[in-house]
């Protein structure tokens, strides 16, 4: 029923306007397209990014969608908050600055749950506490080494970037 | 609490026996395109219960089972696959009376630990999908309810997989919205 | 032949009159997020009537003329884009014959240059296209047939834009075998 | 017509082929699924990195999915030669020594085509002999700025990786 919807509805987009605001130097808020009738209607988000124009999402750039898709993501975590949260190359379109405003909020998220995050990325893996490197060996089998970067050893694992 | 280990056995590439430790802070997953790192998540979505429509890249179950040669190749005899998830429940997020109600007996030792397994068991002519909760059985859906009790649930992103994000970007507005109906 | 200068007044964030310019080889163009690289790319898919379905960003055609305010607000007066695109045919590529064809006249000047343009104004109740090959006024199926005479066509992916290698990964194997029905 | 079809489709195959060994250490192959009716079915990859086993592309990871794709788009292209190409941020999903694959790929190719990449890699940024730096201006205007690298000036635009 609407009432339902719209008070995850309104307690998402609270999340969502805080983290985009954070992540990017300008403001952004979701929308539906019927707010009489939600359910008649699509949901996306808007943005004002810096002090540009409105726009809609599908108007923005690559890296500015990846950037709001994100965001509602993030968002939709801090709904419902769990102990950990497993994030697998979230950050492909984004530009070095945007991609250190991630690793910047994922590395305070982390001092309340649990992050693994899978990434290419120097802005991620340099903020992270571990670094699991993943390897293909000879004979088609996976391995593992794990290197604990809190003791400041440099990572054996080469950053994509 | 906290995902302290995995246990990947045959799962997916991990063709050994393969103990991965996590620590409860920030951890990054890195290596070469075709390594095994979305694997590793794969393995978690897998244990868990949590995988969405578009879930884990397998077409059946039993291909997440170690296969060495070519896919299409008959097998004879038994494989199985088989992922641990270990968490650290030493803050009790969990409290102990939850699991008893998940497993469905009391005999789950310790709750400062609580581990969830799943294994998937291919035969000549069958396959079978086992569940545990601290080493007893259990079904999908005791785990999937002990889990949704402290916020891990398939809808809410806990685990967001290589392409949620350019899916979510390219998705109708109206599957957009029912992403949040489902959460609701 | 190649691209040796785009000239872009108006279109999407280029609100001022921009002249690039291209060398022969390999060029690389980088910034930020936003900053108007896709543009860029849009500008050639526009001049040269190279959008397939998934076009060019646009829901209509005014929506690629520059706006530095609010996108639905209402505007007065006249409001126009174009892109030109500046071929060095130096190497006779293109034959001065295909120009004189394309262009329905001879008095193209010469042909170690060819110039491709397009235009879109905006009036208060109307808007419209214009296209120009070497200063003389042509249909969109002229500027099209030309390049086709030298491989640039929409379906022959010259113009590779941000989201297509994702596109055909995702599509359904159905179309991706039409995009070489497209091509055949 | 079937004939028309199976042209274009043995002359791309043959392409890809080519292509994809240069870009992996491995084979791959178009694939219809219906041989006979090739109307009746779609079309797919399988490839055999390095000496893994064949993989439809479905299962493949994410960047060698896009890997795939990428040297069927290089093999549609060279299909019918054109005199320039443009690529936008092919490289999103792709690790260093598989960006750098397709670097030296287009690098080589631009000796006969005009090549013209957006991206954010070092492994693509590098190779290139001219670099056009784009910006946005406070006044919500896109600015360029345009360096000739085959003087060996260094790039003032910074790589984002
Ligand atoms: N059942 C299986 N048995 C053996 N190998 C498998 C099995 N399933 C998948 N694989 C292998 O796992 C590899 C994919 O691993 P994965 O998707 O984890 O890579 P990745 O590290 O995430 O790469 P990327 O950076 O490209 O996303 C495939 O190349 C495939 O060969
Ligand atoms: N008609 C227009 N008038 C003014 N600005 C516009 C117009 N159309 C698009 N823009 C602006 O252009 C920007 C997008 O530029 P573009 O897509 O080229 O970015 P990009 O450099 O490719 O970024 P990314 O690295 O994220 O892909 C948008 O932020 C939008 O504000
Ligand atoms: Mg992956
Ligand atoms: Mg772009």
């Given at each position: 029923?609407k009432?339902?919807f719209m008070?995850a509805y309104?307690?998402i987009?609270?999340?969502?306007?805080?983290?985009?605001?954070?992540?990017?130097?300008?403001?952004?808020?979701l929308f539906l397209e019927n707010e009489e009738d939600p359910f008649d209607g699509g949901l996306t988000m808007?943005?004002?990014?810096?002090?540009?124009?409105?726009?809609r999402l599908a108007?923005?750039?690559?890296?500015?969608?990846?950037?709001?898709a994100?965001?509602f993501?993030?968002?939709?975590?801090?709904?419902?908050?769990?102990?950990?949260?497993?994030?697998?190359?979230?950050?492909?379109?984004?530009?070095?600055?945007?991609?250190?405003?991630?690793?910047?909020?994922?590395?305070?998220?982390?001092?309340?749950?649990?992050?693994?995050?899978?990434?290419?990325?120097?802005?991620?893996?340099?903020?992270?506490?571990?670094?699991?490197?993943?390897?293909?060996?000879?004979?088609?089998?996976?391995?593992?080494?794990?290197?604990?970067?809190?003791?400041?050893?440099?990572?054996?694992?080469?950053?994509?970037? | 609490?906290?995902?302290?280990?995995?246990?990947?056995?045959?799962?997916?590439?991990?063709?050994?026996?393969?103990?991965?430790?996590?620590?409860?802070?920030?951890?990054?997953?890195?290596?070469?395109?075709?390594?095994?790192?979305?694997?590793?998540?794969?393995?978690?979505?897998?244990?868990?219960?949590?995988?969405r429509t578009s879930?884990?890249?397998?077409?059946?179950?039993?291909?997440?089972?170690?296969?060495?040669?070519?896919?299409?190749?008959?097998?004879?005899?038994?494989?199985?696959?088989?992922?641990?998830?270990?968490?650290?429940?030493?803050?009790?997020?969990?409290?102990?009376?939850?699991?008893?109600?998940?497993?469905?007996?009391?005999?789950?030792?310790?709750?400062?630990?609580?581990?969830?397994?799943?294994?998937?068991?291919?035969?000549?002519?069958?396959?079978?999908?086992?569940?545990?909760?601290?080493?007893?059985?259990?079904?999908?859906?005791?785990?999937?309810?002990?889990?949704?009790?402290?916020?891990?649930?398939?809808e809410?992103?806990?685990?967001?997989?290589?392409?949620?994000?350019?899916e979510i970007i390219n998705m109708s507005a109206g599957n957009r919205r029912r992403i949040i109906d489902e959460i609701a």
């Amino acid at each position: 029923k609407k009432a339902t919807f719209m008070e995850a509805y309104e307690a998402i987009n609270e999340q969502f306007e805080t983290i985009f605001s954070r992540l990017s130097d300008g403001s952004g808020t979701l929308f539906l397209e019927n707010e009489e009738d939600p359910f008649d209607g699509g949901l996306t988000m808007k943005a004002q990014p810096g002090d540009k124009p409105v726009q809609r999402l599908a108007a923005m750039s690559g890296g500015e969608k990846s950037l709001t898709a994100l965001a509602f993501v993030f968002a939709i975590q801090r709904y419902n908050p769990a102990p950990f949260y497993a994030l697998d190359e979230v950050d492909a379109f984004l530009d070095a600055a945007n991609a250190d405003a991630v690793g910047e909020l994922i590395d305070e998220l982390a001092g309340k749950a649990q992050f693994i995050v899978v990434s290419h990325r120097s802005a991620l893996l340099e903020r992270s506490e571990r670094a699991i490197g993943v390897t293909m060996h000879q004979d088609n089998v996976s391995a593992v080494t794990g290197i604990d970067l809190s003791e400041e050893s440099p990572p054996e694992v080469p950053a994509n970037d | 609490m906290h995902i302290k280990e995995l246990v990947l056995d045959d799962f997916k590439s991990f063709g050994r026996k393969t103990r991965i430790p996590f620590y409860e802070d920030f951890t990054t997953i890195s290596g070469p395109n075709g390594s095994g790192k979305s694997n590793i998540i794969d393995s978690v979505l897998f244990a868990l219960g949590l995988a969405r429509t578009s879930g884990i890249r397998a077409e059946k179950l039993t291909d997440l089972i170690y296969n060495p040669d070519d896919t299409d190749a008959t097998h004879t005899g038994e494989r199985e696959a088989s992922v641990e998830v270990v968490f650290d429940n030493n803050d009790g997020t969990i409290d102990r009376s939850q699991v008893i109600n998940a497993a469905g007996t009391d005999s789950i030792g310790e709750t400062d630990e609580i581990t969830v397994k799943r294994r998937v068991k291919e035969t000549a002519d069958n396959y079978y999908s086992y569940y545990y909760l601290n080493g007893r059985s259990v079904n999908l859906s005791d785990i999937k309810d002990l889990l949704a009790q402290v916020g891990v649930t398939p809808e809410g992103y806990n685990v967001v997989m290589q392409g949620d994000v350019t899916e979510i970007i390219n998705m109708s507005a109206g599957n957009r919205r029912r992403i949040i109906d489902e959460i609701a």
